[in-house]
């Protein structure tokens, strides 16, 4: 919330100088700020995602080699619960259950993806009927090492596309600025034109949806792994 009173006030402040209009200069403010409170929501979701995506990788490739190891559910669910992060940690203090598995299958809510419900049906498989864990988990490890390789390029990627759209907009923000104080007579003549004016707005809507854009595309790009289950 205190990014987004800052950026309204430099938007309030940079559209005032510019066109000497509180209206309109108030309307931007007003927009941006209550646009930076969405946006503030939807990079904690971003994050959230991230952060659960590398617990859940973790805690599954963790629990294998414990449990190929050691044979037994309690030992790889205590092996596991030492190493998760203090997040997860939250979640596991939370579960009473006796049964590992039932704790396990209560993570469910927390794990909301589809590859912790196919460590669980391994899991129940492998509790029914024995085997080498590790090697019943070989190709289910493996996709979450593909899933972690491609979350790890978008999050670069996006990452990149937010600072090369910020030096853009920054560089043509800062030319109206250097034309307004430092062409002050040019400038003074050219905002008495009513073409001039409605060019400005029309710049400032343009950056702000292009932003928009931006960042809408930035926090969608993780859904074509398919990787987490629809929430109703």
């Not at 503030?40 to 994050?47: A, G, M, Q, V």
């Not at 050691?70 to 992060?85: G, R």
């Not at 190709?139 to 390789?149: C, D």
């Not at 923000?173 to 050219?190: E, H, W, Y």
Request: charged share 15%.
């Amino acid at each position: 919330m205190i990014i987004g009173l800052i950026v309204s006030c430099i938007v309030f402040t940079l559209i005032y100088f510019t066109l000497n209009n509180y209206i309109v200069a108030g309307v931007f403010a007003v927009f941006t700020f209550l646009y930076s409170l969405y946006v503030n929501i939807k990079f904690k979701k971003y994050f959230t995602f991230i952060q659960k995506t590398k617990e859940c990788n973790n805690f599954i490739n963790t629990f294998s080699i414990s449990l190929s190891i050691s044979n037994s559910l309690d030992k790889a669910y205590q092996d596991t619960s030492l190493q998760a992060s203090k997040q997860l940690k939250k979640e596991l203090n939370k579960l009473v259950s006796i049964d590992c598995y039932e704790n396990l299958k209560s993570l469910e809510t927390y794990f909301t993806f589809p590859n912790y419900q196919v460590f669980l049906n391994i899991l129940r498989l492998y509790i029914n009927n024995g085997g080498n864990f590790l090697k019943m988990t070989e190709l289910l490890r493996e996709e979450l090492r593909r899933n972690a390789e491609i979350v790890s390029t978008l999050q670069a990627i996006n990452t990149r596309k937010i600072y090369e759209c910020s030096i853009l907009w920054g560089f043509s923000t800062a030319i109206i600025v250097f034309c307004r104080f430092g062409l002050t007579n040019v400038f003074i003549m050219m905002a008495q034109s009513n073409v001039f004016i409605y060019g400005i707005i029309f710049f400032f809507i343009f950056e702000l949806f292009s932003i928009h854009l931006l960042l809408r595309n930035c926090f969608s790009s993780l859904e074509i792994i398919n990787y987490e289950k629809t929430k109703k």
